[in-house]
Structure formats: structure tokens, C-alpha cells
């Protein structure tokens, strides 16, 4: 099709775009030429500034590297990644779930962790946490044998595979879940931390006057044949950026009761002094077991990164 005005433009795409054999393939191409099209038109786009978002998206795949990924945070710092997944998640967003976001440092093949272990791997400072995790399905029965991944970053905020100076797979593993469909583990009360902001995600947190934090949180994912591959976070009760999180992940049904207790544990002799427990269900769904595309793949080397701490004005 020859353009021959502005107008014409959307609909020449959009009829190449039909042709397009697969139903799905079309359905969302054709719904993103679209909006793309028509934002651009809202806005009165320029042409420096339509040059500068392009250099933007190039960034984006320029500071993706193996241990981190820049697109996962720049889409969770718009709201996307929250959305995606209420979207999939609890009858299709009718009702309440424990599902949330993956998270951009998530690894496969977490060490395997017996239940009432540790999954702290090398001297890692912080208050001692038991958390304790039920899987339930629907209609409240446990889910019995399912597999679970756990990790979190350290008291200092850097998840391993950020921090040359833990070791490798320190703050992560895998568990099974027993017959009353639980999880137990050892490891330190997680603390809120600044995403990094070194790169076009940074850009966009500062034009906003925002904070980069994001909320203490414990990562989980579960799964079973005949369930949904459940991804959840559990976030700390007693965090001061759970209104403001910089990822938009914090739901109400995900904020945890992280309880402190004054003397040590009976089943611990170890720990001396104070503790924390945490005890929580996460509701799994009937239906095919995934497993998404690890966001980072290897553990970063040479020095600990500087991680700017933004303020929100």
C-alpha cells in the first residue's frame, strides 16, 4: 500500500499484519501496532524524541548480561511484570492469589535442601529466620511433594550471583514439601535493597523522583505436575517501603508476619539470643507445569557492585 497521508500509515501495517497464520501471534500484534501507533499520535510524538527512545530500548539490551537483566527490571519498575501476573493468576485476576513476580535474579538448579536445613552457605550476617511454608490448593488440602526454589538476597542487599564475596548459591534452595504439604527452613531475616540504577532503569526511577528500594521479601516457587508453576515473594510486615515499592510486586495478601522472638529456639541450640519466625500458605492452581526463562544464568565476578540508594522526593 502506498501512503499517501498520515492516516494511511496504521492501516498499511495493520493489513501486513494479517496475514500472520497464528491466531494469537496476530491477536497481540495487531493490538501493539495499535496502541503504539495511536500513543505516538496522543502525544504528537517528535522526531529527537522518537530517536532517543530508540536509543533508550538499545540500552535496555546493552546492560543485560549474564547475572543481570535490565529488561525483567525495567519491566517490573512500569508496573508491567505486577500486572502480567494478576492478569494470569487467581481465576484470571477474579480472585485472591499468592502468585507474584519472578524477579529478575532468579537461578535454576538450586542446591538441594533438607527440610529444617540451612540454606545460608557462607558467614552471612543477619537475624536469624525460620520460615515455615504451607502449599495448599484450592479447596484448602496440602499439596504434598512438590518441589520448592527459595532464595533471597543478604542483610546487605546484594542476592549472590550480585556478590563475588558470598559464595556461590549462598541464600538459595530447593525443598520438598512433606505431607502436610510444608516447607521448613534456616536462614536471616531478608532486608529491603536499591535496585540497581546505573542504567536506563535508573533513568527512569530519577524522572520520577522516586526511591529505588524494594520491600524485604522471601522468593518461592513451587511446582508439581497437575499444578501451575507458582512464583511468589513474601514480603516483611515490618518494612517501610511497602507502599513504595520500586517494582510495584507488594500485595496484601503477600505481606508476611515476621515474628520476633526474644530467646533462642529449642529446635536450634546454635542460635543464641533473638530470632524470627515466619509462617505462611501459598495457594497453587490446577494446571501445566512451566518453568520460565532464568532472567541470569552465572555469578558475577571481581568486586561487589555500588548500588545507589536513591531518595524519594
Known amino acids: 500500500m502506498v501512503i499517501k497521508t498520515v492516516a494511511d500509515v496504521t492501516p498499511a501495517v495493520l493489513s501486513e499484519l494479517e496475514r500472520i497464520e497464528d491466531p494469537r501471534t496476530r491477536e497481540i500484534l495487531l493490538a501493539f501496532v495499535r496502541h503504539l501507533h495511536e500513543s505516538a499520535r496522543e502525544v504528537k510524538l517528535t522526531e529527537a524524541e522518537f530517536h532517543r527512545a530508540i536509543d533508550y530500548v538499545n540500552r535496555l539490551g546493552q546492560f543485560t548480561t549474564e547475572d543481570h537483566n535490565e529488561g525483567m527490571l525495567m519491566s517490573g519498575s512500569l508496573g508491567f511484570s505486577a500486572l502480567v501476573c494478576l492478569l494470569n493468576n487467581g481465576n484470571a485476576g477474579q480472585t485472591e492469589t499468592t502468585a507474584n513476580l519472578l524477579g529478575p535474579f532468579w537461578r535454576m538448579q538450586s542446591p538441594e535442601t533438607e527440610n529444617g536445613g540451612s540454606i545460608i552457605r557462607s558467614p552471612t550476617p543477619g537475624d536469624p529466620l525460620q520460615a515455615t511454608i504451607r502449599l495448599i490448593?484450592?479447596?484448602?488440602?496440602?499439596?504434598?511433594?512438590?518441589?520448592?526454589?527459595?532464595?533471597?538476597?543478604?542483610?546487605?542487599?546484594?542476592?549472590?550471583?550480585?556478590?563475588?564475596?558470598?559464595?556461590?548459591?549462598?541464600?538459595?534452595?530447593?525443598?520438598?514439601?512433606?505431607?502436610?504439604?510444608?516447607?521448613?527452613?534456616?536462614?536471616?531475616?531478608?532486608?529491603?535493597?536499591?535496585?540497581?540504577?546505573?542504567?536506563?532503569?535508573?533513568?527512569?526511577?530519577?524522572?520520577?523522583?522516586?526511591?529505588?528500594?524494594?520491600?524485604?521479601?522471601?522468593?518461592?516457587?513451587?511446582?508439581?505436575?497437575?499444578?501451575?508453576?507458582?512464583?511468589?515473594?513474601?514480603?516483611?510486615?515490618?518494612?517501610?517501603?511497602?507502599?513504595?515499592?520500586?517494582?510495584?510486586?507488594?500485595?496484601?495478601?503477600?505481606?508476611?508476619?515476621?515474628?520476633?522472638?526474644?530467646?533462642?529456639?529449642?529446635?536450634?541450640?546454635?542460635?543464641?539470643?533473638?530470632?524470627y519466625s515466619l509462617d505462611f500458605d501459598l495457594l497453587m492452581e490446577a494446571g501445566e507445569m512451566t518453568f520460565p526463562k532464568p532472567p541470569i544464568t552465572e555469578q558475577a565476578d571481581g568486586q561487589r557492585p555500588q548500588i545507589e540508594r536513591l531518595k524519594r522526593l
Do not use: C
Open 137 to 275: 490448593d484450592h479447596e484448602g488440602k496440602p499439596v504434598a511433594g512438590a518441589s520448592v526454589d527459595v532464595w533471597h538476597s543478604s542483610s546487605e542487599g546484594y542476592y549472590e550471583n550480585q556478590d563475588p564475596t558470598q559464595a556461590e548459591w549462598n541464600l538459595r534452595g530447593k525443598l520438598i514439601s512433606d505431607g502436610e504439604g510444608k516447607i521448613w527452613f534456616w536462614t536471616i531475616k531478608p532486608q529491603g535493597y536499591p535496585i540497581p540504577v546505573n542504567g536506563p532503569v535508573g533513568d527512569l526511577v530519577r524522572v520520577q523522583k522516586r526511591h529505588n528500594m524494594r520491600p524485604a521479601h522471601l522468593h518461592f516457587m513451587a511446582y508439581k505436575p497437575g499444578y501451575k508453576t507458582h512464583i511468589s515473594q513474601v514480603y516483611s510486615n515490618d518494612d517501610p517501603y511497602l507502599e513504595t515499592d520500586v517494582q510495584f510486586g507488594v500485595t496484601e495478601r503477600l505481606i508476611g508476619t515476621y515474628i520476633r522472638h526474644e530467646n533462642g529456639p529449642a529446635s536450634n541450640p546454635e542460635i543464641e539470643g533473638h530470632w
